[in-house]
Each structure stands twice: as C-alpha cells, then as structure tokens.
C-alpha cells in the first residue's frame, strides 16, 4: 500500500507512510486537520491544533523499508523525539518573541497560537513495534509534553474493517449447552436480550474471528496500551471476580439466533453475523490478558446485550446502535460511514459503471474502507491477474469518503469547510439536509456526475500546481472550484465531463485566470493570521466572493434540464443531485396532481371547519400558490402535504371539480 501509493505521488515510501498514517489518526480522531508546510521542519513531520483542548501535536516518522514490523527498542526512537523535542522549541520561541524568517508558513501558523498552547504532544509513526508506547517528556517551550508511539501493529489494526456478516457461531460446546439469556425485549421489529458471557468466551471468539467481529465497531483502534485498557487488565489480574461490576459491559449485533432450552433455562445454541458494536477495547484487553500475558480469565463474566437486526435495514440500525452505545466517548464521523448505504451503493457503482467510449471497462475505483485498492490490487497480483486490473482501474482515477465530501462540498460552494479537513467535510457532507441521509439514492446519474467532479477536481489541482503559486494549493483548489461553481450557477455539463473523462479547455482557462485571484485574496484578507486557518472561516469565503471575475459564455452555455426524479429543494438548501426514493415521486406526483385549485378549496374548508391546525392551513394555501404559478413544491411541503391529504380525506373532505 505504501509503495503504491509513493509511486502514484513520486514521494518517498517514508513521506508516503507518514501521510497514509496521518490519514488513519485523523480518522481516528486522534488528529483535527494534520498540516503540513511544504518542505521538510527537519524530524517534524507535520502540525496538528486542537483550540478545544490547546494541545499541538507535532508527527514524526520513524521508518525503516526493509524492517517492517521488526520489535525495536525505544532507545532507537530516542535520536529522532530529542531532534523534534529542539525543533519545536526553537520553533514555538520564535514565533512567540518575533524572530526568525517571519514569512516561514510554519512560523506564521505557530504565531496564530503560541499564546494558546497548553500541552504539547508528539505522535511517532513507525513502521517498527515497540513495546512502550506512552512516555512523559520534559516541558517544551514551557508547556507539558509527552510522546504517543503508533507502531506498524496499531496502524495495521486500523485498516482491518471486514465483517463476517453471515458467519455462524455455535455456542452448544459451552457448558449449559448455550449461553443463558433473558428475552426477547423490545418491539418494532427490534429483539434485545441480556446475557452474561465467560471472559474466556470473549477472548476466543476474538482470538478465532479477529477484527471479522468488529465490523461495525466504530472505534476501529484497539491500543491495548491506552489508559482505559491499562484499568482493564488491572482489574482483570487483581480482582477478576469484580470485573463485572467494574465493566460497562458488550453491546453485540445479530442478523440472527437460535435457542434452546437446557435444564429448563432458555440458551441461545447459535449467532449469525455476530458483531460487537460497542466493547471493542474491552474485548481486545481480554484478547490481550489471555494470549499475551498469560492472564486466567476463569473468574472472569462480561455483561452483554445482544440485539437481533430486522432484515431491513440492518446497516443503519446497527450503526445507530453502535453511535448511541458509544455515546460516552467522542464518535468520529468517519467511523459511521463505512458500513452506510450510500456509501455501499456507490462502492457498487464503481464497480460496474464504465467511463471507456468502447465499454471496455475503464472504470473509477471507490474506496469504501481505506486500504482497498492495495488490497485488492494486491489479491489481483496473487492471482496473476494483475494486469486485468490496472486495465480497469488507474491508479489516478480512485477516491474515497473524504474525497467524495470535498468534491461535492466545493460544487456547492463551501470551500470554507473543505478547508478544514477531511474529518469535518465527510461530517458536513453526511450531515447536509438533502444529503446522504435524506433518503435519496445515488444511482448512475448521480454517480456520473459525481465522477465528473473528481475529474474537475483533478483539474483544477493539476493547473493550479502549474502556475507555481506557492503554499495552500488544496485550499486554493476547493476555493477556486467553488467561486466558479457560483459564478456559472452550476451550469458546466458534467455529463459530458464524465462522458469524456476531461474537463475541457473552458475549465482549464478559468482556472488559470481565476486562481491567482483566489490566492492572493486569501492571503491579503488573512493579513497576520494564518492563512490556513482563516481559510476556515464563512468571512474568508465571503472575501473571496468580492473578486471581480466573470467565466467566459463557452462555460456557461450549458442548460440543465429538470429532472422530477431528483431531490427537489427550495432556495437556499443544498443539494447534491440524489434521485428521489420512489415512494416521494409518487408523493410529488400525488400532491401536484391534486391541482392549485383543490389545494386552496382544501384550505378553505379547513378554515371553514376548523378541522385542521393553522400550520397545515397555511402549507395547503401555499402549495395551492405554488402550483397555480406553474412551479413545483419543495420536499419539505410534499412531506407534509401528503399528511394533510390523508387527513383531509379521513375526514371527508371531498374537493369539487370544475
């Protein structure tokens, strides 16, 4: 995976590594936007600011090619921390007193903050293990600092999202000849029950499944090595009797079970599509005491609640489980996402939709869980059909959830947040009104056009890294994207992009007019701040907004038709082009076929009667306004519309034809 993905960017494997890994704590929530300046601080990698906390975390990376996953001792770590732990204090006391080369990126970045820092971290990336991964270092530029190691084991864990959905576990071999339960509890489709579970079960069921079991844990990190753990395995070799009360105990998914009764006690003999949704770090810590440390796990019980998922919807019900069971911890919005179902319909969509003008499967690769593409490029190489797959997929035509976001984000004109780095644009993005959780489908449409946008992305970059304009070119790019997004009112033909897979030369040139507009303007708006950070900001949008700049009329030529089956909006709410799930076409359909007239009769009798509420008065005189001026309601107004039909009719209203 590295040596792809350093041949892919022409890096070094070691500057390729420190990214990917990067990549993988910031998914974590271990890093907020990790930035780096362009050329090398020396032993620091890269800066990471969290003002919530005011801790800065410096990246190091300790890489050795041919020793992947070698034991080191933490003597060898020690030249590369004592190198980052001078830089950064000469770096943070001359940013605080003024010295230095002031227009130094990492110079002015350390200036916005300095005042604020509180603590001071530095994360180690290795591709080494270590057995020490915590240590107190002494204070940095007067603040406390410590030192965090992710070594290539935590690293590898973090990749590991398969999940055995149909495998089935047989629990007849234990000694009540099951596992003792009580329910089913709850309704609507949801059965719970309580169990309690031998320590020793936990552990092998890990020990045999792996991370298979954890599919849907969304805390994809096991650092056994953690503070929390740390109490685990207290608790586990001091008082393994007390270990239940002292634990919070498993959340467990199911697609299915099969019971019994033994000694006139209902047990459950068999589990399908077992998954533990919450207790992943109790499970490894478990795993970890019993394999590792020689820990007796005899004494030990773990309370579990096991919920058997309806057939529909399985994917998000699980995954509102697993928020709402992880709720004491902060949840990373990356974590939600692998398992949902946009984000499956676009996987599938990849995996079929060709771009080549002869259907000779020139395809874009979605990585839905990271690592894909080396793994299965990988797996394809094993197979000796390695060159059928680069045949299909080029290495530069693949992107990811986070990618995804940016695209559609700058399209819709919120570079401010593409700017604020992965983990808050897939936030925004899954978060958006009309977006991925409305209840719309990507279908082949959608996700033509959604390719199209990688390819502008692409673009862009690739004319913006031509014209040499310095630092911030990933800011540049989604800003540059966005302002003409807005400028044209969306009116570039991204089928015809996806069609033929290029942008055009009308992109390109205003590109290469508009950019340098871009980046100067954030630059002089951010005056002594850093430009990074204000380029996070609504006002740093709304600045970039005043640039006097019109596209030329070949960019703007295009007209797009109206299209009932995609998700209608009003003004002002963002949309990213879903078509609408069948159920609201026939919805809208219903209510437009209702006609203006019936809609305001409707509205009058309510009136007349006072049979309906106020609010559902005025959304039926209003729908009958919109429709009588040949325009079509939005999907809020379908929502309730299709309600105040149904009650109407429950009542006996009845409109009169002309």
Do not use: C
Request: charged share 25%; proline share 3%.
């Amino acid at each position: 995976m590295v040596e792809i993905s350093a041949e892919d960017e022409n890096v070094s494997e070691a500057f390729a590594f420190s990214g990917q890994s990067m990549a993988l704590l910031e998914e974590a929530g271990e890093l907020n936007g990790p930035e780096r300046f362009g050329a090398p601080l020396g032993r620091v990698d890269a800066l990471d600011w969290d003002a919530d906390t005011g801790r800065l975390t410096a990246i190091v990376t300790d890489f050795a090619p041919s020793r992947w996953g070698d034991v080191r001792e933490r003597q060898e770590l020690l030249p590369v921390v004592n190198e980052a732990v001078a830089q950064m204090t000469r770096l943070i006391t001359a940013s605080r007193s003024g010295g230095g080369d002031s227009s130094e990126r990492v110079l002015s970045y350390l200036s916005d903050i300095s005042k604020d820092i509180r603590a001071i971290r530095l994360i180690a990336v290795s591709n080494g293990s270590y057995e020490t991964q915590q240590a107190t270092l002494d204070d940095i530029a007067h603040a406390p600092a410590d030192l965090a190691i992710w070594d290539a084991g935590d690293l590898a864990t973090a990749i590991q999202h398969t999940a055995a959905r149909e495998q089935t576990i047989d629990f007849r071999d234990q000694p009540d000849g099951g596992i003792r339960i009580l329910g089913p509890i709850g309704e609507r489709g949801l059965s719970s029950y309580l169990m309690v579970l031998p320590g020793d079960l936990i552990a092998d069921l890990y020990q045999a499944h792996g991370a298979s079991i954890l599919g849907r844990n969304i805390r994809a990190f096991l650092q056994v090595n953690n503070r929390v753990n740390k109490g685990i395995r207290l608790s586990l070799t001091e008082m393994p009797a007390s270990f239940f009360a002292f634990n919070n105990g498993l959340s467990l998914t199911a697609t299915g079970l099969k019971r019994a009764l033994a000694g006139g006690q209902p047990v459950v003999t068999e589990i399908t599509g077992l998954e533990i949704v919450n207790g992943g770090q109790t499970t490894a810590s478990l795993h970890n005491a019993k394999y590792h440390d020689g820990v007796s796990l005899a004494n030990v019980r773990v309370q579990a609640k096991l919920t058997v998922l309806p057939t529909v919807d399985s994917d998000e019900m699980a995954l509102q489980i697993a928020r709402f069971a992880n709720s004491q911890s902060p949840v990373r919005m990356g974590d939600l996402t692998s398992n949902n179902r946009f984000f499956q319909s676009i996987e599938q969509l990849s995996r079929t939709v060709d771009f080549a003008a002869d259907q000779s499967g020139r395809l874009w690769f979605f990585e839905r869980t990271r690592g894909q593409f080396a793994t299965e490029s990988a797996a394809a190489r094993a197979l000796g059909a390695e060159a059928r797959f680069k045949r299909k997929y080029d290495r530069t035509r693949r992107f990811d959830k986070s990618e995804l976001a940016k695209f559609e984000l700058a399209w819709l004109q919120m570079p401010q947040v593409v700017a604020a780095g992965a983990e808050k644009s897939l936030a925004t993005f899954m978060n958006l009104e009309h977006g991925p959780a409305s209840g719309g489908v990507p279908d082949e449409k959608y996700y033509r056009r959604l390719v199209a946008k990688a390819v502008l992305w692409a673009e862009t970059d690739k004319v913006i890294g031509s014209l040499d304009l310095g630092g911030y070119k990933a800011i540049d790019v989604g800003y540059t994207i966005a302002l003409i997004s807005k400028r044209t009112a969306g009116r570039i033909d991204l089928d015809a992009i996806a069609q033929h897979q290029d942008a055009g030369d009308a992109w390109r040139a205003a590109v290469a007019s508009l950019a340098p507009a871009v980046h100067e303007n954030l630059i002089a708006r951010a005056g002594a701040r850093n430009v990074s950070s204000w380029s996070k900001t609504a006002a740093a949008w709304a600045g970039v907004q005043e640039i006097d700049w019109a596209p030329e009329a070949t960019l703007t030529s295009y007209r797009p038709a109206g299209d009932e089956t995609r998700v209608s909006v009003a003004a002002g709410q963002s949309a990213i082009g879903l078509r609408a799930a069948e159920e609201d076409i026939e919805a809208r359909r219903r209510v437009e076929e209702y006609g203006s007239q019936a809609w305001f009769q409707l509205s009058s009798w309510a009136k007349e009667t006072d049979r309906l509420q106020g609010w559902q008065r005025g959304i039926a005189f209003s729908i009958g306004r919109v429709l009588a001026s040949d325009k079509s309601p939005t999907a809020k107004q379908v929502t309730q519309a299709v309600k105040i039909l149904d009650e109407a009719s429950r009542l006996g209203f009845v409109p009169t034809r002309g």
